[in-house]
């Protein structure tokens, strides 16, 4: 639902709101200022990346699985994204995800 939501689009004046797959040319998108590995997790069958995104207003949590994004997390504020992210990494340990940096 929330994916549909962000489809919407104010078009015009008033609240008249009108449905378009293009990204609107008068908003400026939101550039990443710099991105950092947090952890690489490896399991039996599937390596785990947690990479953390810095933004201008805030900080993203994406976890990747085997090259594909699987989760992406927005915070305000960084301790709070790596918070997440080793809480995340504590849950996958326990199902027997290892650091990749301990298997070599």
């Known amino acids: 639902m929330a994916r549909e939501w962000q489809r919407w689009q104010i078009a015009g004046q008033g609240s008249r709101l009108e449905r378009d797959g ?31 995104v810095a933004l201008t207003d805030g900080v993203e949590v994406e976890v990747w699985a085997d090259g594909a994004l699987r989760r992406r997390s927005r915070f305000l504020r960084d301790t709070q994204a790596r918070k997440y992210s080793e809480r995340l990494a504590a849950r996958l340990r326990v199902r027997g995800y290892r650091n990749e940096a301990a298997l070599k």
């Not at 998108?29 to 390596?47: C, K, S, Y």
């Open 22 to 52: 293009q990204a609107s040319s008068n908003l400026n998108p939101i550039a990443e200022d710099a991105r950092q590995t947090l952890v690489t997790l490896r399991g039996p069958r599937q390596t785990i990346d947690m990479v953390l």
